[in-house]
């Protein structure tokens, strides 16, 4: 149960980034350049730690023999992402 509780934290904590990456991502064209480097390398670091958080989870789950499927939005996330660069 505790497995699923912290699945289903790091699935919202990765549905705020993509909220907030649509809404004031750092593609603003009032933004000035270092700060709009230093957003992504920000949101770079997020996507890393949630992809980490995940591989941890999925180490869980097969302990005790269950599958747990990766996050399609993560991987959305990062695909948008990388498309900026």
């Not at 939005?73 to 660069?85: P, R, T």
């Given at each position: 149960?505790?497995?699923?509780?912290?699945?289903?934290?790091?699935?919202?904590?990765?549905?705020?980034?993509?909220?907030?990456?649509?809404?004031?991502?750092?593609?603003?064209?009032?933004?000035?350049?270092?700060?709009?480097?230093n957003?992504?390398?920000?949101?770079?670091?997020?996507i890393?730690?949630?992809?980490?958080?995940?591989?941890q989870?999925k180490?869980?789950?097969?302990i005790f023999?269950?599958?747990?499927?990766?996050?399609?939005e993560?991987?959305?996330?990062?695909?948008?992402?990388?498309?900026?660069?």
């Amino acid at each position: 149960m505790q497995l699923q509780k912290e699945q289903e934290k790091i699935q919202n904590e990765i549905f705020q980034l993509q909220k907030s990456f649509k809404i004031i991502g750092p593609h603003r064209a009032d933004m000035g350049i270092s700060i709009a480097l230093n957003e992504c390398e920000q949101i770079e670091e997020q996507i890393e730690k949630f992809e980490n958080d995940e591989k941890q989870l999925k180490i869980a789950y097969r302990i005790f023999s269950l599958d747990m499927i990766g996050s399609k939005e993560l991987q959305n996330i990062k695909k948008v992402f990388n498309s900026f660069f």
